[in-house]
């Protein structure tokens, strides 16, 4: 039987719920069935119907959920407290839970602060002007690292969407791969089944590594699957 991987979704400039449709297909061609989760839909019950979740890109994360107060709002970009608040709850609910979570930019943010991590707020020169399918720069994968066992290399060229980034990692989260700038770039759960978060973005990039890591997903959900 497919997996059901629950996708979280954002909200688009006329307030309707939105996601991009290569996480959705990303999913059905790992074998996986995509169900879109708006952040209206209660976390404990989502988790009822979802054997896997995925963590999709969007906008920036509430400093104030890192435990921030003072911040230029000049630098954050398409808040959704909904979202935030949301997404928080079902990421500790899934972690605990041990289910399958795989976090994609945004994603890997929020798996970060909700196990109560810190971040960044604004970074330089991770945001490329080149398509998204294309890399503009190259990460380090840490040695016994989930992801280079995956992958079987030591370093890999990603597109890059982001300029919040994890500061320090939470408990329970390793931080598993750097740029050459030390900007951290994937995170994986300790000893959980499938918890990994990557800061690029899988979904845009047509190779091996992409289909790797959503059919790794796929194939862990499927494992657990209710
Ligand atoms: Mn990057």
Redesign the pocket.
């Known amino acids: 039987m497919n997996p059901m991987i629950g996708i979280t979704t954002g909200n688009n400039s006329d307030g309707d719920y939105f996601l991009r449709r290569k996480y959705c297909t990303a999913i059905l061609r790992a074998g996986g069935i995509p169900i879109m989760l708006p952040p209206i839909s209660r976390p404990r019950s989502a988790l009822g119907i979802c054997d896997g979740i995925l963590l999709s890109g969007g906008g920036d994360i509430a400093p104030r959920l890192c435990g921030i107060e003072e911040y230029d709002p000049a630098f954050l970009f398409e808040a959704s407290p909904e979202r935030d608040e949301y997404e928080l709850e079902l990421t500790r609910l899934a972690f605990s839970r041990d289910i399958p979570i795989l976090g994609i930019c945004r994603g890997i943010q929020v798996l970060n602060a909700a196990l109560g991590g810190s971040l960044h707020f604004h970074i330089l020169n991770?945001t490329q002007k080149l398509s998204r399918e294309q890399p503009s720069?190259t990460i380090h994968i840490a040695e016994n690292s989930y992801l280079n066992e995956l992958f079987s290399v030591d370093t890999l060229e990603?597109n890059?969407f982001?300029h919040q980034a994890i500061r320090t990692s939470a408990n329970g989260l390793r931080i598993t791969a750097v740029?050459e700038d030390g900007?951290a770039?994937a995170a994986e759960g300790v000893g959980k089944r499938f918890c990994i978060g990557v800061?690029?973005h899988p979904e845009h990039m047509n190779t091996r590594e992409s289909d790797i890591l959503f059919a790794a997903l796929c194939a862990k959900a499927s494992q657990g699957k209710k």
């Open positions: 991770h720069h990603v890059s982001h740029s900007i770039e800061q690029w």
